[in-house]
């Protein structure tokens, strides 16, 4: 079909608006029970994030050169749009990091300070995406990325200590926030794949980062919210875990990953959040009804009428607006079409 450029920042596009059977947040919040949506759920339409200025005073930015709570230098590269940690690093190794690692006294900050100004946009799921960097993230940053599986792979148990550590923290700053504004569900972000395989063996996982992950997911689900996992790249050997151990409701993850599988195997315990095709969506030569047919075949394969469970919830993209309402616009009545009897 042609070059074309995807952007790495796709320009936003305008809320569609729907006469909607039930809200979009209600709509969302039953996939993330796993059970029967009205229509098709769309994940960022129908949630509204909140970020504590708190909070985002102590987390990286993505417009410049900064520095994170535990003292992480990060680079701002304009062609990626985002920030990169560079050295030197707070760290040379796990060895001694309980002399090395600063905790912010998230206690004394105020995390009711944004409420003045804070309205609850009416029928969305509220959520919380406010856990710092991911957990493995989090000790990769402060030492370096090969420092890290090296460190996972030969300290196994300093690993797992400050992984524990860095859970009490994520738990507190979790409570903190759902304190001031009750979170429906809440995400947390951690990468431990390549495109092609994990970045380490599932026992080094077990013996590292699976109680702390865990944890954290009964934490979030202890204070009744619904729990939804990001994970970047080939992702399909942590499945077990995530759905037996950690009990997530929803994942976030790349489609290059087998999603009728996940569906097949899971989809009664476990919702997928899934990105359409980036030449489909980003093409400026896509027509109308090509987007409205692609809607159509990703409901006819993925919905929730197919599948057991809740089926899929989108993630809208999209550069050119012909096309990504026509997408959006058929998702919605075609899904609500397909499920009407469900």
């Not at 690093?89 to 105020?110: N, S």
């Not at 300290?155 to 979170?183: G, M, N």
């Not at 990105?275 to 093409?283: A, R, S």
């Not at 090509?290 to 899929?312: K, M, P, T």
Request: glycine fraction near 6%; include cysteine; aromatic fraction near 14%.
């Amino acid at each position: 079909m042609g070059q074309f450029t995807i952007p790495v920042t796709p320009p936003p596009m305008g809320k569609a608006r729907h006469d909607y059977p039930i809200p979009e947040g209600e709509n969302l919040l039953r996939a993330f029970r796993h059970e029967k949506p009205r229509y098709m759920p769309c994940l960022y339409q129908a949630t509204q994030f909140v970020v504590p200025s708190a909070c985002a005073e102590g987390t990286q930015t993505r417009s410049g050169d900064c520095v994170d709570w535990f003292g992480t230098r990060y680079k701002h590269e304009p062609l990626q749009q985002g920030v990169t940690p560079v050295p030197p690093f707070v760290m040379d190794g796990i060895e001694g990091w309980r002399d090395k690692v600063t905790w912010p006294d998230i206690k004394r900050m105020d995390w009711a300070s944004d409420l003045p100004g804070f309205q609850r946009e009416k029928g969305l799921a509220l959520a919380c995406r406010c856990f710092g960097n991911g957990t493995f993230e989090q000790l990769h940053f402060l030492e370096g990325f090969e420092q890290c599986l090296v460190d996972m792979l030969i300290e196994p148990e300093e690993c797992r200590a400050f992984f524990e550590r860095l859970t009490d923290f994520k738990i507190e700053l979790f409570q903190l926030q759902h304190a001031v504004y009750h979170y429906d569900y809440a995400c947390h972000n951690d990468d431990w794949s390549t495109a092609k395989a994990p970045f380490f063996s599932c026992e080094t996982f077990e013996k590292t980062l699976l109680e702390p992950a865990v944890r954290l997911a009964e934490a979030v689900r202890g204070a009744g919210c619904r729990y939804m996992f990001h994970t970047c790249g080939r992702m399909e050997a942590w499945l077990p875990y995530i759905v037996n151990d950690i009990k997530a409701d929803l994942i976030e993850i790349q489609s290059i990953n087998d999603t009728q599988y996940i569906l097949d195997t899971y989809g009664d315990r476990l919702t997928v959040e899934y990105c359409p095709d980036y030449n489909i969506m980003y093409n400026p030569r896509t027509t109308e009804e090509e987007a409205r047919a692609y809607a159509r075949s990703l409901v006819d394969q993925f919905g929730a009428h197919r599948n057991q469970g809740a089926g899929i919830a989108v993630r809208l993209v999209g550069s050119y607006p012909a096309s990504y309402y026509a997408f959006e616009d058929e998702l919605y009545h075609y899904s609500l079409k397909c499920y009407e009897n469900l």
